[in-house]
């Protein structure tokens, strides 16, 4: 079967760092999605990897490594809005289009 | 902006009595997709399009159907809401041209069944 990891919660303090871990097992691999989702809100696009290594954005990298099936979202310099729930999506190489989704971390920032 | 617009925000149904859910988008993507999304779960494809292509996963109920007329449009339909059909339904779309295939998502609509 096709199954994506990751924690339910996370907690974590104004200002600090968090790192958040998504691990899959899939039947292929064509990428890797992080998407932020805010209570009864869509979720919106934060990174894509599909080769190994870190990309930075801002306050956000993600991490990836295929040879693990594990990728990372770290957050930098958290702030109260950072609080929502991280999803981790997987496509699976034997379809363009179609997403394998886990069924997010949700972050709790507090002061 | 170019962006994907889903109408209504919220949706009343009463068990049993037809409904149905449009999105548009205007940012002319290839491939649409409807989701169901339950509280702290992951989202669930319902269907996809790729054009007019119609893809239906395998394990999405009959009582779900979907419609596309035109590139910009796609409608979801559900002929005989239940209570387990309560959820958010998010309508998301990507490029299937090129790129990292990103699926850009409108702001769902929250349907409740009484």
């Known amino acids: 079967g096709q199954n994506i990891d990751q924690p339910t919660e996370m907690t974590a303090t104004e200002g600090a760092i968090v790192q958040i871990n998504c691990t899959y097992q899939?039947?292929?691999?064509?990428?890797l999605f992080w998407y932020q989702q805010h209570a009864g809100e869509a979720p919106t696009f934060l990174s894509y990897?599909?080769l190994d290594g870190l990309e930075e954005k801002g306050r956000f990298s993600s991490f990836l490594s295929r040879s693990k099936g594990y990728s990372y979202l770290l957050l930098k310099e958290l702030q109260m809005k950072d609080s929502a729930s991280y999803l981790c999506?997987?496509?699976?190489?034997?379809?363009?289009?179609?997403?394998?989704w886990g069924a997010g971390t949700k972050l709790i920032i507090k002061p | 902006d170019a962006m994907v617009i889903q109408n209504p925000r919220y949706q009343v149904t009463q068990f049993g009595k037809p409904v149905t859910l449009s999105c548009s988008q205007t940012?002319?993507?290839?491939?649409m997709y409807w989701y169901q999304q339950k509280s702290s779960q992951a989202p669930k494809l319902l269907f996809h399009?790729?054009?007019?292509?119609?893809?239906n996963e395998a394990d999405t109920p009959d009582n779900f159907q979907s419609r596309r007329p035109n590139t910009s449009f796609c409608f979801l339909d559900i002929r005989s809401p239940g209570l387990g059909d309560a959820a958010m339904y998010l309508c998301?779309?990507?490029?299937?041209?090129?790129?990292?295939?990103?699926?850009?998502f409108g702001p769902g609509t929250r349907l409740t069944v009484t």
């Open positions: 940012l002319n993507h290839n491939v």
């Open positions: 990897n599909v």
């Open positions: 399009y790729y054009d007019k292509d119609f893809n």
């Open positions: 999506a997987v496509r699976a190489s034997d379809s363009n289009y179609q997403l394998i």
């Open positions: 899939t039947s292929g691999f064509n990428g």
């Open positions: 998301a779309t990507s490029n299937g041209a090129g790129g990292g295939f990103e699926q850009y």
